[in-house]
């Protein structure tokens, strides 16, 4: 047996992540055609994917211009000339104060996380060990393992608002967000906006609570903004982006078509952007200078993100639109299904209230059908065990599903997976 570190152990017990991530590639090279509902992957929308091939091949056209991308490392905190031009562009759109000493790129925002979440938790130098507080549960599951150290994570149950019509939405628990910071031994809190799983969004005067709480408690707030404003843009209602100076804003250029390059991007404080710099430069130079040279351009006019608001929303809403329908068409709103009301991102969070099996054995049998989903107790990482054992708890009654695929696989999938639910619902 080979001897490793403890790093080792923050791993060996396979996350959820990875457990997952295998699975979806196992199936999706096995023969059986799939209809896949299940992972992270942007669609394919056309004139997006067209404005980055072409300013790949502007890069390819001139040596210069490749030599200059692809030749030489940036500085740890990424391309200085990128971070100017992203954090001028902001500042103008919103009105934040942002300077290049605010931004700074990393390898993919999962890769952010990993770092930022580890900033904020474990052991700090007062001897205190602290956690990271997930303000809403069910969340995303690329959080889970990510912390280093043992019990860095802790996730407050989100509280369920009926909506009517099979929609409800989550939204968050003050009173135990207020009791867990009181204990003194929360780091940071951290949300996904919109949310990943359930395509949820905070509002803005949610935000503004969960903002003033944090400050009052003096631990930063870490919004993941992957599927929001200002890029790839995918909300449909009118919550805005949010950023202070107790904020930590994480986006990406994942969702824009850009899974494959890897870009995440920081804005935060200067003092939270200088550790950070740093951590870069040990953990692997710099970061790679591809994805902000594809949008360099498009970032400093703004072109780009207009680019994205006027074709990615639109694209993932006729795929919404078709996947509600089908699923409120062939199963009773609210009695068999229920719905997290989409706010943003390309996913939908359903409920069965009456499946007499559990969604763990439910994504089995759909894998059997041909159909892919993702069952929802994956989403709550940091959740305690007392909670998970609450009958409120939803993780066993819930999926997520992606709507990213083309319209037929959406159709086809959902019919197949109200069918196996109508099968496994009770007669009661
Ligand atoms: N945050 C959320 C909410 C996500 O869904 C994802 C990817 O699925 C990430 C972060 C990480 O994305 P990336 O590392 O590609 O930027």
Redesign the pocket.
Known sequence: QRRFSRFADTVLGEPGIFRLMDDLDAALTGSQKLHMLGG?NPGNVGPVSEYFRRAFLRIGESADHFARVAGRYDGPAGNTQFRKAFAASLSAMYGWSLTESNVVL????????FLLLNLFSGPFPDGRGRKILFALSPE????ENSGLHENSLLAVPSKKIPLGDGFFRYTIDIERITQALQTGNIGAICI?R???PTGGMLEDDEMKNLSSLARQFDVPLIV?G??GDPMPGVVYGNGRPYYDDNTIF??????TGL?GI???IILAPADVCSVLERIQAVQHLAPGGLGPALVQEGIADGSFFKLCKEHLPVFYRERQRLAIDTLFNELEPDRDVQIHRPDG?FFLWAVFPRLTISTSELYLDLKKAGVLVVPGSYYYPGLPDDDRLSPEWEGQRSIRISYSQDLSTIQEGLSILCQVVREKNSRA
């Open positions: 992270g990393t390898q993919g925002s999962q890769n952010a996380f995303y599951i690329g959080y996904s919109p949310s990943n993941d992957a599927y994480v986006l990406s250029l994942s969702k899974p890897r870009t995440g991102a």
